[in-house]
């Protein structure tokens, strides 16, 4: 029986996950320790070799604001004129700004070079979802984003990556007081499924 109380919690867990905009939370914060245990259940992620290749870098407080501000600066500093968006630097300074935490989601390359990067990348993205759910299952809303300078090398410099290091994006942590919305998939499964 307890077996069956606990795939149904997780099934639940599963299903409930939603993605919430950092302009959706309410700048309640959550307590340091509460984001480390997320960060440790992304740290049980599937990793083929133990290449373990997810990095974190973790802003909470001031550091928050911080991270927004420098954000947008490399926005403009690495713009050309002509397709700076004065709204998108906007968006990138008050980004965080009802945020608890902003978690920088990296891969580091690891030390097997046999194994393929998309590998690495599919073992960062388990331990984003390991983390996530562990957040949904604490009431804690978050969102991942990949826009602005994610993908520019000057955003992998800034956060000290190396070379074959890759950015993913940026995790936002925090509450909200808005209704969970339904969930839905555009496609039925059996699109996406064969059965031999």
């Not at 083929?48 to 954000?71: A, L, M």
């Given at each position: 029986?307890?077996?069956?109380?606990?795939?149904?919690?997780?099934?639940?867990?599963?299903?409930?996950?939603?993605?919430?905009?950092?302009?959706?939370?309410?700048?309640?914060?959550?307590?340091?320790?509460?984001?480390?245990?997320?960060?440790?259940?992304?740290?049980?992620?599937?990793?083929?070799?133990?290449?373990?290749?997810?990095?974190?870098?973790?802003?909470?407080?001031?550091?928050?604001?911080?991270?927004?501000?420098?954000?947008?600066?490399?926005?403009?500093?690495?713009?050309?004129?002509?397709?700076?968006?004065?709204?998108?630097?906007?968006?990138?300074?008050?980004?965080?700004?009802?945020?608890?935490?902003?978690?920088?989601?990296?891969m580091k390359r690891?030390?097997?070079?046999?194994?393929?990067?998309v590998e690495e990348?599919?073992?960062?993205?388990?331990?984003?979802?390991?983390?996530?759910?562990?957040?949904?299952?604490?009431?804690?809303?978050?969102?991942?984003?990949?826009?602005?300078?994610?993908?520019?090398?000057?955003?992998?410099?800034?956060?000290?990556?190396?070379?074959?290091?890759?950015?993913?994006?940026?995790?936002?942590?925090?509450?909200?007081?808005?209704?969970?919305?339904?969930?839905?998939?555009?496609?039925?499964?059996?699109?996406?499924?064969?059965?031999?």
């Open positions: 029986m307890e077996t069956t109380t606990t795939a149904s919690s997780l099934e639940k867990i599963i299903a409930g996950r939603r993605s919430v905009k950092p302009t959706s939370m309410n700048g309640r914060k959550i307590a340091d320790e509460t984001v480390q245990q997320l960060l440790q259940m992304a740290d049980w992620a599937p990793t083929h070799g133990y290449t373990e290749p997810w990095y974190f870098v973790v802003y909470g407080g001031d550091k928050v604001q911080q991270f927004c501000n420098d954000h947008a600066e490399l926005y403009k500093q690495f713009t050309p004129t002509e397709k700076f968006n004065p709204g998108s630097y906007d968006k990138l300074k008050s980004q965080g700004d009802l945020a608890s935490h902003v978690i920088a989601i990296c690891g030390s097997k070079p046999g194994i393929p990067v990348v599919a073992a960062v993205a388990c331990a984003v979802q390991n983390m996530w759910l562990s957040a949904t299952s604490q009431g804690i809303a978050a969102y991942w984003g990949s826009g602005g300078m994610t993908f520019h090398p000057a955003m992998q410099d800034y956060l000290g990556l190396g070379d074959e290091d890759q950015v993913l994006g940026f995790f936002y942590l925090g509450y909200t007081d808005e209704p969970a919305q339904p969930g839905k998939r555009l496609k039925p499964l059996s699109e996406k499924v064969k059965w031999m």
